[in-house]
């Protein structure tokens, strides 16, 4: 178990450091200048030259990123000309929306998914299943942006039913006292009723949109396995004692195919909180993603690399975790790695 936890850490800790030199050169590719964009058009040589000095522009690629690793040794995410904070403040005001907005992605993806995939077999009838599977080839196959904007221009503008990209919290709305920084909790936990069910109603459209792509995958997943599961022998003892057959498949089959969706739905969650972009941009969600492309357009290369490197942390916490308890469970991926 030491060795496979040994190799799994060298593992992450490439995948960053990676993540990290890709990002930090690519931005560096990209056209333009920072040093003007902070500087302003009307800027004169002289202070872009000291502006660039300054950002450390001037030096070397192989020292600059030398010099950004220093800094993010030390704790310290980088200053972010474009808002003037240090950049692990920005992103600490932004996280909690892009969290909030996962978590409602991955809660419709999941029971979604669970619901679809365990009528579809425990029916046994074909156009269920069929379905199923044209509803996941459909999400599979749609841009979650598109569906965004189809979303709210029917939902939102035609039918007035759910908020348009207004962010959050309706206009004229105060946020609740910052506990978690999630406005549903933070709501509930101040008594306030109606902040929680307008924070939620305003969670509906977005989490719906980010939640359509996880849906495919987890739903043809589940299903598979609840295929695979009702044929084990212990389904069959089960049934031979006089259990109902309802009962067996909600006590025995469904817990026994939920390991696999457990662990994908964890690296889901992963990847919603770092690809979010788009709906963000798409409903004005003041998250990490909405942040991202502003700082790109702004050149403001520290905001984004801290994005990128957390993100990339994440991602690679999220899969070490998913390694190790598979590992705890089954002997057989402790013996492979070896």
Do not use: C
């Amino acid at each position: 178990m030491l060795n496979l936890v040994s190799k799994r850490l060298m593992v992450a800790l490439g995948t960053i450091l990676g993540a990290s030199l890709f990002s930090f050169v690519l931005l560096r590719k990209l056209p333009g200048d920072p040093a003007r964009l902070v500087g302003g058009e009307l800027a004169d040589a002289t202070t872009i030259d000291n502006l660039r000095s300054a950002m450390g522009l001037n030096k070397p690629l192989p020292a600059q990123f030398w010099d950004y690793l220093s800094t993010v040794g030390h704790g310290n995410l980088g200053f972010s000309y474009s808002t003037g904070q240090n950049v692990a403040d920005v992103v600490r005001t932004r996280l909690p929306a892009t969290v909030e907005l996962g978590l409602t992605g991955v809660t419709f993806a999941v029971v979604s998914a669970v619901v679809f995939g365990a009528v579809a077999v425990y029916r046994r009838k074909r156009g269920a299943d069929v379905l199923l599977r044209v509803a996941s080839s459909l999400a599979m196959g749609s841009p979650p942006f598109w569906l965004a904007l189809v979303a709210i221009l029917l939902l939102a503008v035609k039918l007035g039913v759910f908020p348009g990209p207004e962010g959050r919290l309706s206009p004229g709305i105060q946020p609740p006292a910052a506990f978690t920084g999630l406005y549903t909790i933070d709501a509930l936990k101040a008594g306030q009723f109606s902040t929680f069910l307008n924070a939620l109603w305003h969670l509906v459209l977005p989490g719906a949109a980010i939640a359509v792509g996880p849906f495919a995958f987890l739903s043809r997943l589940f299903r598979s396995q609840l295929r695979t599961t009702v044929r084990e022998p212990f389904v069959l003892v089960a049934r031979s004692r006089g259990i109902t057959r309802s009962k067996v498949f909600v006590r025995h089959v469904i817990p026994n195919s939920l390991l696999p969706l457990v662990a994908a739905t964890a690296m889901l969650f992963a990847e919603l909180m770092t690809g979010s972009v788009l709906i963000e941009k798409v409903f004005g969600w003041p998250g990490v993603g909405s942040l991202t492309v502003d700082a790109i357009l702004q050149k403001d290369f520290a905001v984004v690399q801290g994005v990128i490197l957390l993100s990339a942390v994440l991602y690679v916490t999220v899969s070490f975790l998913a390694d190790i308890t598979y590992a705890a469970i089954d002997p057989r991926v402790r013996v492979g790695a070896r």
